[in-house]
């Protein structure tokens, strides 16, 4: 079965640098990989998508890449904000079969230091 | 513009107890999704709905869980016979359309509701 991974440990960057988040997966390629936000004791809300035959995607400080060769996703934030802090989830979407339920990693915890 | 509703927040329940937890898609929106979230785990695909149909319930339990999504209201997902190890947060996201297929298809950014934390005692 597919299996996501993100970084596990919590991920502590100083205010203004750039923070950069990994998910890896296995098997096969996914159509569309997206990326969330999540705060503690909400519910995840959706930052940026990329398509399998894209390689990058931009949305103001945030930059998204994907690499199939590698079954790897790249999430960076620049200028990085201590508002910035919060668990980052990659989603994996398969695309056909009527199943569109997203495949999630676990997360990776980012803490934006002032 | 409201948001994807869910309701209750918090939902506390003995065991052997059922739960009925609800999900008011956004409007205009007829795809709706359940997800559960365990402690320190991901969130985990439940189901897939739309309108009166279940798309896929490849995630959900064989016994004591069922969804639906009648014409008119929320959509339900119901816990019967509540056990300990389903205590976890239950996530619903909403969705305008699907991916599966065609020439214009089109990302499949899903909306999530704040969740129901079900407690079982």
């Known amino acids: 079965s597919q299996k996501i991974e993100q970084n596990s440990e919590a991920l502590n960057i100083q205010e203004g640098k750039t923070a950069t988040l990994t998910c890896n997966y296995t098997n096969y390629s996914p159509a569309y990989l997206q990326w969330y936000r999540q705060d503690p004791g909400r519910g995840p809300v959706f930052l940026l998508l990329?398509?399998?035959?894209?390689k990058e995607k931009r949305k103001e400080r945030l930059k998204v890449t994907f690499d199939t060769t590698l079954k790897q996703s790249l999430f960076h934030i620049t200028a990085s904000q201590p508002a910035d802090s919060a668990t980052y989830l990659c989603a994996l979407e398969y695309s056909g079969g009527g199943a569109d339920g997203l495949t999630f990693g676990k997360g990776t915890h980012l803490i934006i230091q002032p | 513009n409201a948001g994807v509703m869910q309701n209750p927040r918090h939902l506390v329940r003995r065991r052997g107890q059922e739960a009925r937890l609800r999900c008011s898609p956004m409007k205009g929106h007829s795809h709706v999704y359940w997800y559960r979230q365990l402690p320190e785990e991901g969130l985990k695909f439940m189901v897939y709905?739309?309108?009166?149909?279940?798309?896929?319930e490849s995630g959900m339990p064989k016994e004591r869980f069922s969804a639906e999504f009648p014409k008119e209201g929320p959509s339900i997902l119901r816990i019967q016979q509540v056990v300990r190890g389903d205590s976890a947060a239950y996530f619903c996201a909403s969705s305008p359309r699907t991916t599966s297929g065609g020439a214009d298809s089109s990302y499949n950014e899903q909306f999530f509701g704040p969740g129901t934390r079900l407690t079982v005692l």
């Open positions: 990329i398509r399998e035959n894209e």
């Open positions: 709905l739309q309108k009166e149909n279940i798309i896929d």
